[in-house]
């Protein structure tokens, strides 16, 4: 400002000609807000047309999805209620919590459908919230990871050391609480094994889990969590514990248990002999077995599919809706009666 | 001082209203945590082993103790939630305020205006998008819609017109009426210069003398050329002479007299002199020296000025310039014939909307002036109520005046003002014009504005009634106010029923004029309500005779009685408590003084480029500060409730869903620049449209883009959204996600949540632009980027430190699987579903305005004024030359107002010649220090 009033008053001599210091701003595309754009402008043709497009490329994703879950077979079978004894809940828990009554339990399972192998089996928790934040944070990555700091137990509350004093090495809730049902399987007097290598993500076996970290002191306390574990087998090849620390989303959540190596025809009976150590009776969550077979989009999820074709469905049906609106009443574009001052001419 | 008030600071009503969102919000974040705290409460309990609740375990987990749990639950759920409180928005908002000023307002060559070498100038950068809401313009008139130029345009000098000019009014009105005026070539000899702009071969070059009275033509002359308070300055020659005055039309007058061949060129304090040509015979030049032996000041109950001098011969004369109904009664009863065709000359300058003097004199005896002065001297001297003296010892002497005639001065409008008033009352936006003008200027500059015309009723409520001059007669003040408020009451009263009546039964539009000492009144609290109700119902307003006070009285009057946002506009000192008091100050910088600007909010150098500052600046501003606001609103929501409704799964624990790294990148990194790059770059229609359709301002009146409605859509997607993601990306995550077999966790499920977030957020961006540059490309595929880079190194490294490696290699788990896929399509369109289908469907069925004025445009490419632009400045037509040459001359340091002479400063200008004290005022300052050095000068 004060530079157009010095050049205005100052610049009295010379008229019109050239200015100096003039305070024209310069032109920039930028500063005059003329930047090149594109205008998109939502025609219902373009509604049609996306609708369209999206229901052409949902549907058969849909379907595909779908085929893929279809070909899954799955045996879900759910045995905390089964192989329990007692009525009340404390009873269960009674019975469960005793170390010397029999866990065993026997059910028998008959495969639906052809199952090709690998036939995958995981264990099923539910209401087991292994999202609480009390748990989740119960664990010590460094500790795992690396030999020498076997004795970093921080933030490992309340499983941190044994009475004694000495680290738990997992320490933590989360390995503290370790699975241990077993489960063993056989097709009348043969046995199926259960291969129990490579069920957990490779990063965690390689990365997270040291191949030289021992268990230590694991399970000494006076209050037994869940599984013991072998302390001659390093971390990174207790599986079951790797798969068991990569917290589940859910309180509803299923973990891989091992996979069986062999096709199982339809209508065989699986027999399979359950240790039914694994206390979910204090919280009344439930325990199921499933055998899956998998497909390129994974195990049975039949969500995916759905979705794809529901949504891919919708799409078809609002473009072909509008379409015939568009038709029978089309408004034509850029009509200016539509403009509110044009509608009520009085202006309000 | 008086009128002086504490600078307020504004805020702009979006930021106000935004607070009450942002309130709104603090409740939800509230609620949300009430009732995370409660269900953490009831959750936790001992039968959850695992989780290792032994009885020394902490307060947060003590299932005995639930209270204290649910206590402090809220406070980790409050940490956990704080996202939804947008607080990056107002750095956000700041830093697109602030680029909007700095780089287009004060850059945009629209508002710069090559005469004066002003651009425009945003001095603060909190109102931008007020601009876009302005429904009520206050405008000062001098200096605002008119250009502070007064030209000296026609005379009337013994019962004879003269001057072959035709004002903008009488353009305006000939085309209102359909006639056709037949313009006058001007001869090539015309006189061009500032504050003349008069031509007739009867008087111009000394051809008065051949006239039938040449004599009337000299005391004309003499008294444009004698009866001031002009200075003159600088060389004594006729083209380099400057004269200060207190007015301009002072100037104007005395430059008349310099071109009718009276050049006064220098001022002793004693003496005037002049250089008269043509007296004795054509073509003679002599200097004559007139002793002024005294002034007899202006002031606004006078009325007029008078000088008595003393020629070289000894004759003593009184000379007096006034208002047409002051001089008139003290005319001696002589020569009806020239009272009665000034009379009717003064009516046609006025009718079109020239400003008129008359001139009268007196020729004295020496006897009688010795007896007078001798009383002059003695109320000059005296200590007690001088001015009141004075008064009266004028009377005396300005009496038996023999008429001369009269002159007519042009207020010159400002370039584009009635086009731009024109287009903003389209827009929905009502002009209020105060002015301390008397009301038939005030009405005639109205009329020149468009802002009354004949079809408009006039509803005055005036002072200038009987039985008020009769009661100020009487002199006692108690019962003159009784009076005034009486009438005021009642006028306001019938104004009120008569604009009920029209306005809804006829639909005719009103326009109300009050003036000042009415308006003090009205705006009595008793009264103020009648008054609100009747000016709102007033398609323009127009106060006269106001004082600067008055003029914040009305601006507050509406702002805060109708909660509208109203808008001040001026020049002056006497301007800024109304550009202080109005929601946006605008000060119009240029030829006056500073105090205006400095007080403004915006300085812009025309009034007319108030059509760019509102309906494109302000329009887009307020829209695209609409649009980042509510999608901001949006984008936090969202992101909040999908850890809302994790809760519900976690035991009410507080757990993360997502990695804390993700949490407060997601404002600052992913989702930051697009919504910066909407704030600058989104425009819905182009400048010129926005000009070409100024209704499409009213959506800004009426705030259609962040009313609660609004909002309530945007929180109602955003719920939507919120729910999509969470349970789509959960629902399947019990199941193996890959032909091997595997199983996501916790915090897989969270990043794939995370990744269809960030993109379905930068995508709704897309869809709420209406122009997308490069830029929101660039800041969008750029944000989308930076998340995938971000997760790559951040899932990919394990740090040597304590942390918890929650997400290490999350994302290459994730996309080792074709179900990442799959979801990555489904869940952004799924979830941007129901917006596009919202948009779709408004936009067919229930278009907004500018939806259909983009239609209408779709196919016209956006004209680059690139070249237009290019050609400002570098060529002027010989009218801009003109304007720009005198615009360049030194700048007047006169405040005026109204007419010719009610400019504020007068009494003390001539006081301070006199030697007198009388109590400063703030505008004087400055002025008299100018006049002390210019005396100096012409006194050597």
New interface residues.
Partial sequence: ?NN??A???S??GD??AP?RN???????????????????????R??IT?FTL?GVI?VP?GVA?LMASNKVVEIVYRYDAVCIHGNTKDEKVAYIQNANTSKTCIITLTVPKDMDQ?I?V?Y?LDN????????????N??QL?DSDKAN?T??C???KTTPDGSPILPCG?IA??LFNDTYSFSIGNQNLTVNKV????K??RD??FGDNVFPRNFQNGTMK??ASLNESIPLSQQEDLI?WM???????????YG?IEQNLRVNETITVIIQNYY?TY???GKKKLVL?T????????D??GI??LT?GG??FF?ATA?TVVYLVKP?K????S????NRNP?GH | MMNSMSVPSKRSTLERKLDKLILTLFGGLFFMCLIGAIGSGVFI?R????????E???QQ?NPSNRFVVSILTMF?LITLYSTIIPISLYVSIEMIKFIQCA??I????RM?H?E????A?ARTSNLNEELGQVEYIFSDKTGTLTRNLMEFFKCSIGGVSYGVGITEIERGQAQREGRALNEIQKSDTVVYEKGFNFDDDRIMRGAWRNERDPEIFKEFFRCLALCHTVLPEGDESPEKIVYQAASPDEAALVTAAKHFGFFFYRRTPTTVQLRESHVEKMGNIQDVSYEILNVLEFNSTRKRQSVVCRYPNGRLVLYCKGADNVIYERLAGTNQDIKRLTREHLEQFGSSGLRTLCLAYRDLTIDTYENWNEKFVQAKSSLRDREKKLDEVAEMIEKDLILIGSTAIEDKLQEGVPDCIDTLSRAGIKIWVLTGDKMETAINIAYACNLINNDMKQLIITSETDAIREAEEKGDPVEISRVIRDSVSHDLKRCLEEAQQDLHIF?QKLALVIDGKCLMYALDPSFRVDLLKLSLNCSSVVCCRVSPLQKAQVTSLVKKGARRITLSIGDGANDVSMIQAAHVGVGI?GLEG?QA?MASDF?IAQFRFLKDLLLVHGR?SYIRLCKVITYFFYKNLTFTLTQFW?TF???F????FYDDWFQSLYNVIFTALPVIILGL?D?DVS?SLAKK?P?LY?EGIRNTYFKWAVVGVWAFFAFYQSLIFYY?T?????????????????W???TMAFTCVVITVNLRLLMA???????HHLSISGSILAWFVFIFIYSGV?TPN????NV??TI??LMS???FY??L??VP??AL?GD??Y??LQ???F?Y?Y????????DEV?S???TE??E??NH?TPDE?RS??I?????EKSKHTGFAFDSPGYESFFASQAGVYVPQKAWDVARRASVRSSKRTSQR
């Fill in positions: 400002m157009s009033a050049s205005t008053s610049g009295s008229v019109p200015r003039s305070n024209r701003p310069k032109y920039s595309r930028f500063t005059q807000q003329e930047l090149p754009a594109c205008k998109p402008i939502l025609t219902p373009w509604v996306v999206i949902f994703i999805a690998p995958y995981y099923q087991f919230y292994q999202n609480h934040r009390r748990y989740v944070k119960s664990r990555d460094a990871k970093d921080s933030g509350d309340p499983e809730l503290w609480s490579g069920i957990s993500w990063s965690d990365h997270k969590g869940g798969v990569r917290t589940a989303a859910l309180p509803t959540f299923r973990k891989p996979k206390n204090s919280f009344s899956s998998s497909s390129w989009l994974g195990g049975k999820n969500f995916t979705a794809y949504i919708l799409c609002l509008f408004r574009l850029g009509d200016p539509y403009l509110s001052w009085s | 309990n039968k959850y082993y695992y989780l290792g609740l032994f020394d375990v902490e987990f980790t780089q287009f004060n850059k945009d060559l710069y090559a004066t070498n002003t651009p100038l639909g910088s500073m600007v300085a887009w994790f799964h976690t035991g624990s507080g757990q993360r770059f425009k400048a359709y209704q009213k789509f959960t629902t399947a995550s019990e199941n193996g996600h890959n032909s091997s077999g595997k199983i996501f966790g916790l897989d499920v969270s632009c209406n122009s997308i540059t490069r830029w394990m304590d942390r918890q490696e290490y290699f290459y788990v699987t074709f179900y799959l979801t399509l489904l369109i799924v579903f596009f289908l948009l779709g936009r067919w069925f278009p305005n939806q259909i004025v983009q239609e209408i445009h779709r956006d680059i004024s690139r632009f290019l400002i400045g002027l030359a720009y040459a615009a360049q001359l030194p700048r």
